[in-house]
């Protein structure tokens, strides 16, 4: 690859900025269109003050809707800094797997603009929603996260084969991590994978629903039970297992 023969083995350093700014860029887009959002709802009310639980309804959503999204973005940088910052040296594979994670980073804000759009369009009542093609984009939200968090789960694998220390002679390029990075980037590598297989679930959940129209599953109700449940898996799972994943 091309970055390889002008840059030679790529450190962290070269990835951290340009993963810092698309996750930001990410998450800001879904914050600017909040309020154009809250001014058609403004003008809304003003001609339709008669309609004003669909109103609210498509206000929660919207808000919720970022709420989640902003966390499950922030979660996902977290697991994709920690991994890079833990190895010195990024090997072909990683690098990798890095471009691909920004890839569908930049695909997901227009993603969930348009599944909340239209679903606060047809709260309140604005246009016809067809089931079908709604629940298949939910389908691809849900599908493209799980493999956010399964490249996530190869980069902490391949991570644990990098090495950490920046080598003092060619004899030492390939010193092992010491067992502090290797047990954290196996952690690491278990929930990333976890969480991709919690996401391939509500992908096939969705999935069902596409054939059986009269089945309604609530995205945001199943991302929002993610989120409690990751941000506070101490808690849950603490009586069970005594630690986190």
């Not at 809250?38 to 004003?52: A, R, T, V």
């Not at 609530?218 to 297992?241: C, H, K, T, W």
Request: proline residues 5%; charged residues 10%; aromatic residues 12%.
């Amino acid at each position: 690859m091309l970055i390889f023969r002008n840059l030679g083995q790529p450190k962290p350093d070269h990835w951290l900025g340009l993963i810092d700014g698309l996750y930001a860029i990410s998450m800001t887009l879904m914050a600017i269109e909040l309020p154009k959002f809250f001014l058609d709802i403004l003008k809304e009310h003003s001609s339709n003050p008669g309609s004003l639980l669909p109103q609210a309804l498509a206000v929660m959503l919207h808000v919720s809707s970022y709420l989640i999204f902003f966390l499950i973005l922030y979660e996902i940088w977290t697991f994709h800094k920690s991994i890079l910052i833990s190895v010195l040296a990024i090997n072909r594979s990683i690098n990798l797997f890095t471009g691909l994670i920004l890839v569908i980073i930049g695909f997901m804000p227009p993603i969930v603009t348009f599944i909340v759009e239209e679903k606060s369009q047809w709260i309140l009542g604005q246009n016809q929603v067809d089931l079908k093609e709604m629940h298949m984009v939910v389908f691809v939200l849900f599908a493209l996260i799980a493999c956010l968090y399964g490249l996530l789960g190869l980069m902490a694998s391949q991570a644990k084969a990098s090495p950490k220390h920046e080598p003092a002679q060619p004899s030492q390029a390939h010193l092992p991590l010491n067992h502090g990075q290797a047990h954290f980037l196996a952690v690491c590598e278990q929930a990333t994978y976890q969480r991709s297989l919690a996401f391939l679930g509500f992908a096939l959940i969705t999935l069902i629903s596409i054939f059986y129209t009269n089945l309604i599953i609530p995205a945001n109700f199943l991302m929002a039970i993610y989120v409690v449940f990751s941000f506070y898996q101490d808690e849950l799972l603490g009586i069970f297992r005594g630690k986190s994943w």
